[in-house]
């Protein structure tokens, strides 16, 4: 219990210690206080690209996972790592003919923003072709967390500004910050207030650079826990990141949010309906999203594609306040790289593997999918315990 009372105390840096432009907790409150505006330079700029990210029937392809685990996704087909490979699966996923009709934003991995498709354009130049907005992965990833039930958080803040300008003049214009939260490690106090003052200062500084602050913090499917349990969870963590960023300054509208579906634990006994996660994810959106947010792009955590596809249709059978739609990385790449296995024979085969899933999210965006057709395999679950990029 003292614990408990120290660490709500003491956690969130004293107002004293906050910097010039606040005053001290012990000095008075003057009549008249002066607001600072942020990211006035690039306010406008900023709530169009999220608008356009957010626009009818489309998402985000993520493909930013890290060289390492690329390296695993390749080496599941027999690849060997290589800078070769994976400029190979890359150029493959980014020249899908008509792929910006289903998808209005990638984000990519450090080496991919500046890396040049097999024929030699860049790849950021391809995807502006398309109609689709480059973004970034921003983090540093994940660490252990001093002090807490052996949970982790997030490093990358120290350096971030200057990064990310270098980012924006290479032609991203949103950014990723993945967090995650870990329910069967409690989670503590502490690991929910670091994540939320870590994507907080995040958010501020991608919009100072330019960049439209995707904020994730996932609350991983790993536990037995049901869904009752991850609906309250989400709740606090949710508040957490908003009263976090609102203190920080950061514009709602040039924001977008990139959280988990409300789902039982991937070991859960009791599994929930489409119809179940719709209703929970929605009850929570509805308690604590405000209407200022643009976009909506839920992560698939580990689900099965059709799994997260009809989740998704589901919470858009009625009008919604914002753009519900998806950021998807293995949902919408697993039967694309197993079709491709590495062979330049089939890369038309495995494009045509995403666009058909890049469609049916698109549909579900729009509430119209329907799972009638859909292939054995794309219905297995690809949950990975503990599983980081």
């Not at 003919?97 to 984000?107: F, K, R, V």
């Not at 214009?173 to 106090?189: D, L, M």
């Not at 920080?248 to 179940?276: H, W, Y």
């Amino acid at each position: 219990m003292v614990a408990a009372s120290l660490l709500k105390s003491s956690f969130l840096p004293k107002k004293s210690e906050w910097g010039a432009t606040r005053q001290s907790a012990a000095a008075p409150r003057p009549a008249t206080v002066s607001v600072v505006v942020r990211a006035s330079a690039y306010a406008d700029e900023l709530v169009k690209t999220a608008k356009t990210i957010a626009s009818p029937g489309r998402g985000i392809l993520a493909m930013d996972e890290s060289n390492a685990t690329c390296g695993k996704r390749l080496a599941s087909i027999g690849l060997e790592n290589t800078e070769a490979n994976r400029q190979a699966y890359r150029t493959l996923l980014v020249t899908a003919p008509g792929l910006g009709q289903y998808i209005s934003g990638a984000i990519l991995f450090e080496e991919t923003l500046y890396q040049s498709a097999v024929d030699g354009r860049k790849i950021v130049d391809i995807l502006v072709e398309q109609g689709i907005v480059p973004g970034i992965k921003v983090d540093k990833g994940l660490v252990p967390l001093a002090g807490s039930n052996n949970e982790s958080w997030c490093q990358g803040l120290d350096g971030l500004a200057s990064r990310e300008a270098a980012y924006y003049q290479q032609g991203a214009r949103f950014a990723k910050w993945r967090t995650v939260v870990s329910i069967p490690n409690g989670p503590s106090e502490l690991a929910v207030k670091e994540a939320a003052w870590g994507l907080a200062r995040y958010a501020a500084i991608s919009q100072d650079n330019g960049l439209v602050p995707i904020v994730e913090p996932e609350i991983l499917l790993d536990g037995e826990h049901g869904i009752e349990r991850t609906f309250e969870v989400a709740q606090k963590v949710w508040a957490e990141t908003f009263y976090a960023m609102a203190e920080n300054n950061v514009m709602f509208e040039g924001i977008l949010l990139k959280p988990s579906m409300v789902t039982p634990g991937a070991e859960a006994k009791d599994r929930a309906t489409p119809a179940q996660v719709a209703e929970y994810t929605l009850k929570l959106l509805h308690r604590r999203i405000p209407p200022a947010v643009p976009g909506i792009m839920f992560l698939s955590g580990g689900q099965s594609e059709v799994e997260a596809t009809q989740n998704l249709n589901a919470m858009n059978q009625g009008a919604n306040p914002w753009h519900v739609s998806f950021s998807y990385a293995r949902a919408l790449q697993n039967t694309c790289l197993k079709t491709w296995g590495g062979q330049p024979e089939k890369v038309k085969a495995a494009q045509d593997a995403l666009l058909l899933r890049a469609k049916a999210n698109s549909l579900a965006q729009l509430g119209k999918y329907t799972s009638d057709g859909e292939a054995a395999e794309a219905k297995e679950g690809m949950f990975v315990k503990n599983y980081s990029y």
